[in-house]
């Protein structure tokens, strides 16, 4: 809401008021008025819209995941699949669907993935350079980072068996991430392995925005 106020702010003098609050699901009516220059309202609309329908619609998608596991310990995270330039914006909206942020760059949290695996000569190298979470395929290497001290550990792509097992190895030892193939209709099981986070890429590079308009009404019909 704040995004779509401050767009239309930028191009002159318009009184944003919000009808509802951020964060709650919402049958479909009005969400704000606006009042003042017309100029500046025709002007910013589609723009402050865009911003509002791709937010609204990350934020609706991530509430439908964090419902769905409702009572599990597992989070719902997002990654940095995200539009470029809008990372901000997309993990804030992720926050208010009742999701969770995970790194915002490269800059705040070591993630050692395949590539750097590859680069290392394996687990154990990458992790004898660098403490951080750390990515698996399988339960082979799982126990490799587990005894090299992985603290964190993304399972990517296993299926519900090997998840169940791979958090029945670490038995509390380090921090289970699932990612990979996560949908609605599974996350719920995955949930319940006892895992410790959900990370989903879609929630911000394949989400559906809401259909939201703005409709100009005569002053006499207010």
Known sequence: MDVFKWTL?????????PLVKEGIWL?????????GNARAIITGERVALNFLQRMSGIAT?????????????????????TTPLLRYLE??????GGGENHRFGLYDAVL????????????????????????VKNLEELREALEKGANRILV????????????????GKAKIEV??????????????????????????HSVKA??????IVPKKQM
């Open 27 to 35: 049958e479909p009516g009005k969400i704000a008025m606006l009042n």
């Open 156 to 171: 990517d792509n296993m299926d519900i068996e090997e998840i169940r097992e791979a958090v029945k190895i670490t038995k």
């Open 179 to 204: 990612s990979g193939g996560v949908n609605l209709n599974n996350v719920l099981e995955i949930a319940m392995t006892g895992c410790d986070y959900i990370s989903i890429g879609a929630l911000t």
């Open 61 to 81: 998608l991530t509430g439908k995941f964090v419902n769905k596991i409702k009572g599990a310990k597992a989070k719902i995270l997002d990654t940095r699949k």
């Open 210 to 215: 809401i259909d939201i308009s703005l409709e």
């Open 112 to 135: 050692i993935k395949d590539n750097h695996i590859v680069i290392a000569g394996g687990i154990k190298e990458a992790l004898s350079q660098i403490q951080g979470e750390i990515e």
């Open 91 to 96: 993990k804030y909206a992720v926050k208010k």
């Open 9 to 17: 702010e930028e191009l002159g003098k318009v009184e944003f008021i």
